[in-house]
């Protein structure tokens, strides 16, 4: 059985590498829903159906255990998929979020005011502020949406996606902890860092690899089901010359094919 990571498109493999890199001796399986990108613009039905439907090819790919890297799915899908498709689907697999142990690292050091950056679906759920308050709940909140990002990112537009980076970041010259709510702004953290260089800016690939690790060392009922070849598959459902481009930046010896 292996680790199954999805995301609406790319972002999700800066996840993967964080994954491999701390846990290098799993089996991995990710699987990027390209043809829908972004999941941010779409419905909530549309989201549930889409993650449906990974959820199902995964789980035919033997993955044990799958992390929902997409924040949009996590907000919109996840609550639904663990408490409904799961038990009846495949009650064995074991499906993550990536929200609570974002929230969890973004209100350490007793912070006052914490800014979200994210996609319009993320942020219309107001996911990340009920979390924060469940934990916190004098903290100050700002939430953005940041509906450029994705396609400038997936297009390798990166000098785009740095002037709109500028921009947000006015938007949070005050916050203490500055979520960056999507799997794939860890491509574009340091643009954030430049213009927030007093803000500590919470990027999901410096802290979900731990997060798995704890995880899989308290569940070695799940643990002890996963395969430990070091083996990785990297599918998408829609392939282009730009999304090829930044897989080989992050992964060279790994190559991305179409499910």
């Known amino acids: 059985m292996k680790i199954g ?58 993955c ?27 009650p064995d697999v074991k499906v993550l979020g990536v929200v609570i142990p974002t929230v969890e690292v973004a209100l350490q050091n007793n912070v006052k005011k914490v800014g979200i950056v994210a996609t319009s679906a993320t942020i219309r ?13 004098d903290v100050d909140i700002i939430e953005v949406a940041s509906p450029e990002l994705v396609p400038a990112i997936e297009n390798n537009k990166f000098d785009l996606a740095e002037e709109f980076v500028r921009e947000y970041s006015q938007s949070f010259k005050t916050v203490d902890s500055l979520i960056l709510g999507c799997t794939h702004y860890p491509l574009i953290k340091e643009f954030f860092r430049k213009y927030l260089p007093d803000v500590h800016i919470v990027s999901q690939d410096e802290l979900m690899a731990e997060k798995l690790q704890n995880y899989l060392y308290r569940h070695p009922e799940i643990e002890s089901c996963l395969r430990k070849n070091g083996l990785r598959e990297f ?20 190559a991305i094919t179409k499910a």
Not at 235 to 254: C, G
């Open 125 to 137: 759920s107001h996911i990340y502020q009920q979390e924060l308050k469940k934990i916190k709940t």
């Open 235 to 254: 599918k998408v459902s829609s392939l282009n010359k730009h999304s090829q481009k930044v897989a080989t930046n992050l992964f060279t010896d790994i």
């Open 5 to 62: 990571v999805f995301d609406s498109g790319l972002g999700g493999l800066v996840i993967t590498k964080a994954f491999i890199e701390k846990l290098p001796e799993y089996d991995y399986f990710y699987y990027g829903d390209s043809a829908h990108l972004p999941y941010g613009d779409k419905t909530s039905g549309q989201i549930l159906s889409y993650s449906l439907a990974a959820m199902r090819y995964m789980i035919e790919q033997n």
């Open 64 to 90: 044990k255990i799958i992390i929902i890297a997409c924040n949009t799915a996590t907000a919109i899908s996840l609550r639904y998929i663990q408490q409904r498709f799961i038990p009846q689907y495949a």
